[in-house]
């Protein structure tokens, strides 16, 4: 398997440059080649992209929303494929990837029969016979900017609001999601969608966002990934005036209450903290626990972390695979080091040699202060820091204290307490008694503080993005 762009209906091979991609499970395995393109495909697409926006926009709902029913039926038939190819590239284990992909099919559905939905409110005049309303209208050529830790979900949660809503797409993924992207897009040329309506142009970020940004007519731009990145791309789309949309870090706290069920609480912090080896923006980072519960609660946590079966990602009772690349490995891997030196671990599990491929051991730590790197910075990997709180009040300040605000939990049976934490948590998305991620498709999802641009993706609210509301009136008197 080798990365292609696909630019007006048109396959090519990009020609700048070509690496051979290493499954993150087992380094020695090549999964395929990466060819990378040079920058002016990007224009290329873009170009492609506006002559059929013609046809596409113009389409009806209805049809536009048969295409994306072709498009989840046959990203259906071939889910098991996208799954073993996005959990050899990437790492995430088989399982969830299993569940990604039909997230994926999900979203296509969800948003094909918004074909058919209402696309505008009707507004009563004051004045006599007039009739107004405000109806959405696509916003043209949308730039899509995806990330490599669900290669298949967010592309799919980016692509499906812009299509049905008339837009057309250029899609540039992750490097290391690049071979899951090309394999997404030769399932979706056989939809029925008029060429370079979804155009992929695979290559560097830097160097394809700059091209993007700075030399095409682009409308909008959706991005998820990095802080750093997402801000950079923010203010070059607010100079240029174009909508964006960022999605970037969290750093996302679990509160467990003294009168949380123990058991519900450890089993839902376990996965938010670990499954995907914490790569995920919504991922439990910081565990911060009432006094009075803090023993037994971390007793019983340490105890299942000690369990966790960290394995190559095509093994089905992998509970974490390895992170995604050499990169990641890295960068986590400076973290459990800090960990070590500066803090106390509580448990670890057993995980197989980083000779093999880029797996870190996860860790439970505690005994770092407020301000240490580990509660601060967002990790993106199988690394949960547990903190001490001595009261609710405690426990909320210390959950708020941080710079992002995507996702939070709390753990309680009391009705009263979880009010107060949905109320009082500066993030995007609270939840009670259920884990960090995992947020549900037709919901809102993004992030408060400097988690987002503070849009929002999935649900109805990703068609609040993908299109402009124009007020017509009309006098018929
Ligand atoms: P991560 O650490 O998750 O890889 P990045 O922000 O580096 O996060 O990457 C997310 C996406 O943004 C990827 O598709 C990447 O290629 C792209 N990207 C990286 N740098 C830039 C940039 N300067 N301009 C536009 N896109 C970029």
Known sequence: METRNWIGGEWSTPGSGETQVRNPSAIGETVGTLRLSSGKEVLQAVEAARRVGRIWSKMTGAARGECLYRMALLLERSAESVAQLASSEMGKPIVEMRGEVARGVQLLRYYAAEGVRSDGDVIPSAQSNVLQYAKRFPLGVVALITPWNFPVAIPIWKLAPALICGNTVVWKPAEFASLTAAKLAELFADAGLPPGTINLVIGKGRLLGKALLEECGIDALSFTGSTATGLAIGAACAARNIKFQTEMG???????????????????????????????????????????IYDEFVQEL???????????????????????????????????????????????????????????????????????????????????????????????????????????????????????????????MVRVNQETAGVEYQAPFGGMKGSSSHTREQGQSALDFYSALKTCSIQYG
């Open 250 to 292: 969290g750093k996302n706290a679990a509160v467990v209450l003294k009168d949380a069920r123990v058991s519900t609480a450890v089993q839902a912090v376990l996965s938010g903290a670990y499954r995907s080896a914490g790569q995920k923006c919504t991922a439990t980072s910081r565990i911060i626990v009432e006094n009075a």
């Open 302 to 428: 340490a105890a299942e972390t000690l369990k966790l079966q960290v394995r190559h990602a095509l093994d089905e009772k992998a509970y974490l695979g390895p992170v995604a690349s050499e990169e990641q490995y890295r960068s986590v891997h400076a973290y459990a080091e800090s960990a070590r030196t500066d803090g106390k671990i509580i448990a670890t599990a057993a995980a197989p040699d980083s000779g093999e491929g880029y797996y870190i051991a996860p860790l439970l730590v505690e005994g770092v202060g407020a301000e240490h790197a580990l509660v601060r910075e967002e990790i993106f990997g199988p690394i949960a820091v547990v903190q001490r709180a001595a009261d609710i009040d405690e426990a909320i300040d210390l959950a708020n204290r941080s710079v992002f605000g995507l996702s939070a939990s709390v753990f309680t049976a009391n009705l009263t307490n979880a009010f107060r934490f949905l109320e009082e948590m500066e993030a995007g």
